[in-house]
């Protein structure tokens, strides 16, 4: 199972990886993207050592590019390794997905060949998935499309954690390898480009021949491409598109004639458009296809100048980012999910808690004589059992690293509800904020409807670890969360806090109703649970806390929290039991 503090580095990860594959689309040249790539695994995947080996013309691969150590940079930029012997280092040792990771037991074979190389001896490792100074990681970069043709190999060494990666870190550096082949694919591709817009400038008496050297770059291009009208009436209007971008958006070329960027671009991206500079400016926005949908690309412009009559037109490349933003979504989703049974972890639940909070003003307008639920003054941690802070940690550093950012990942469950808020000019600090509150604990139901929190404690799921292992255990747990979801509503919250602990947010229930969705929800845990074809039994129990506003997320989990210990006591241990 994950640790608490693992969606944590996750996030981490996520956010330095997200920062040098932007970094990768900035350099100018294909021998600075080249750098770039080698500079982001150091700066952002934790190896000290990295290189990059580019294929030549003639299928050989050269070292193109090298990061971490001057010395060893010096000794091994520009050789080459023939390209026999680079499909036998891609052929042995273990297959990580499309990495290929050579041990130091088996390494020793190719000390003699003629790949370039550099590293130190060192001592045999200490424990299984130590790294040895001879072991060899391969990250292969292929171009985009059915042929998965070659571009070159990254190969790294000496992580900084001493060990081998795990899947996390493999899959990282999987998705920078494929960043960076598309990095590589664009850079030869914009220096084409380049080429063939300064042979029209310069080349008056070639001009036929500039075109279509042009018109061939432009029309074949992988990516998709436009040229839009600059300046007067008709500014930024389409006039020419390629195939690819018409295939991306399901338009025909005479259809898109009619449009400019700003006609197809999503509604709430219009203003990042219009912040895109002309000459060397570059945006990832929504494109709106034919059949409604929209689509993640990356724009980048630059301008095609006339010798005669100054800047005439805008070359705007167009890539589809779509898959890109896919992945960076499932990426967020894994730091904010259990992985097991894939319900919204401690981090995510305390965020969406927390959305529901404010630190109200005792005398806040309209709310003056408000006390907290039916008790007099504010909240009081002694009144639910003594708890403080520090029921859990890390709730912060969890919320700012799914919002940082220049955007930041946004919950459905936000959305739903409706969450965040902003004070009005010259108005209180929370009047724009619906505030949470309790309805009453006493005997007769004074009709308020809060935010339930009920707190679940599995009963006799050690004893079914114990016994049959933890295999059985994780199905449990899975059926569980299953069973908790089932007997929710679409907009309540099932969260897996950590072991065989569950919360349940439920808005607009009173007192009665978060009883009887207790009653309901246990009643669902107890039915046998068949794991390979052997029946186990847990049974449950519930605490009932209510979140306020003025109370924090801590104190409200608290709350809940010792009264599921309350309830627990008073029920007789043979009904605790599990069958």
């Not at 001009?207 to 009208?229: H, N, T």
Request: glycine content about 12%; charged content about 25%; hydrophobic content about 35%.
């Amino acid at each position: 199972m994950e640790t608490e503090s693992e969606p944590y580095v996750r996030l981490s990860t996520l956010r330095q990886l997200h920062t040098v594959v932007a970094d990768l689309n900035t350099a100018r040249s294909l021998a600075d993207t080249l750098q770039t790539v080698a500079d982001g695994v150091v700066a952002g995947l934790n190896y000290e050592l990295a290189c990059v080996n580019l294929v030549r013309p003639d299928g050989d691969l050269v070292v193109a590019a090298f990061a971490g150590s001057s010395a060893a940079e010096a000794l091994i930029t520009g050789r080459v390794g023939s390209r026999a012997s680079w499909d036998r280092r891609l052929s042995m040792g273990s297959a990580w997905g499309d990495l290929r990771f050579i041990p130091h037991t088996e390494g020793w074979v190719l000390m003699e060949d003629d790949v370039p190389q550099w590293h130190t001896d060192g001592p045999a490792p200490r424990f299984e998935d130590e790294w040895h100074p001879h072991d060899r990681l391969y990250a292969p970069m292929y171009a985009s499309g059915s042929g998965r043709e070659l571009l070159g190999v990254i190969s790294v060494d000496r992580p900084r954690n001493g060990r081998h990666p795990g899947p996390w870190g493999q899959e990282a550096l999987q998705m920078y390898a494929s960043q960076s082949a598309i990095a590589i694919s664009n850079a030869r591709l914009r220096s084409n480009m380049q080429r063939a817009l300064v042979r029209l400038e310069r080349e008056q008496q070639a001009l036929r021949a500039s075109e279509e050297s042009f018109r061939q770059a432009f029309e074949y291009a992988p990516s998709g491409m436009a040229i839009a009208e600059m300046g007067g009436d008709q500014h930024g209007r389409l006039l020419r598109t390629n195939d690819a971008l018409c295939r991306l958006l399901g338009r025909p070329a005479s259809v898109m004639r009619r449009y400019s960027f700003a006609d197809l671009v999503h509604p709430e991206d219009i203003g990042t458009l219009l912040r895109t500079s002309a000459e060397g400016g570059r945006a990832e926005l929504r494109l709106g296809r034919r059949d409604g949908t929209y689509v993640w690309v990356s724009l980048r412009n630059s301008v095609v100048a006339d010798t005669a009559d100054g800047p005439r037109f805008l070359l705007t490349h167009v890539e589809d980012i779509e898959e890109r933003k896919r992945h960076e979504l499932q990426l967020a989703h894994r730091a904010s999910h259990d992985a097991l049974t894939g319900l919204p972890n401690s981090a995510e639940l305390r965020s969406r808690l927390s959305a529901r909070l404010c630190e109200r003003p005792a005398q806040a307008a309209g709310y003056a004589g408000y006390d907290g639920g039916g008790h007099d003054g504010g909240y009081d941690s002694a009144r639910d059992g003594g708890y403080g802070p520090g029921y859990g940690q890390g709730h912060d550093a969890g919320h700012e690293a799914v919002t940082g950012g220049e955007s930041r990942y946004e919950s459905p469950y936000e959305h739903e509800h409706g969450f965040g808020f902003e004070p009005a000019n010259g108005a209180g600090p929370y009047d724009h904020h619906v505030h949470t509150v309790a309805p009453s604990t006493g005997e007769v139901d004074d009709g308020t409807k809060g935010l339930a929190v009920l707190f679940c404690d599995l009963d006799g799921f050690k004893s079914i670890n114990d016994r049959f292992g933890h295999h059985t255990g994780d199905a449990v747990l899975i059926e569980v969360a299953r069973r908790l979801t089932t007997g929710v509503r679409d907009g309540d919250t099932v969260a897996r806090l950590g072991g065989d602990e569950f919360v349940v947010l439920a808005d607009g229930l009173g007192a009665a109703d978060a009883a009887d969705l207790a009653v309901r929800l246990r009643n669902a845990i107890i039915p046998p649970i068949r794991v390979d074809g052997r029946a186990v039994r847990v049974g449950a129990s519930f605490g009932i806390g209510w979140a306020e506003c003025g109370m924090t997320v801590e104190e409200v989990l608290n709350s809940a929290d010792q009264r599921m210990y309350i309830e627990k006591r008073s029920r007789a241990k043979v009904q605790r039991r599990a069958g």
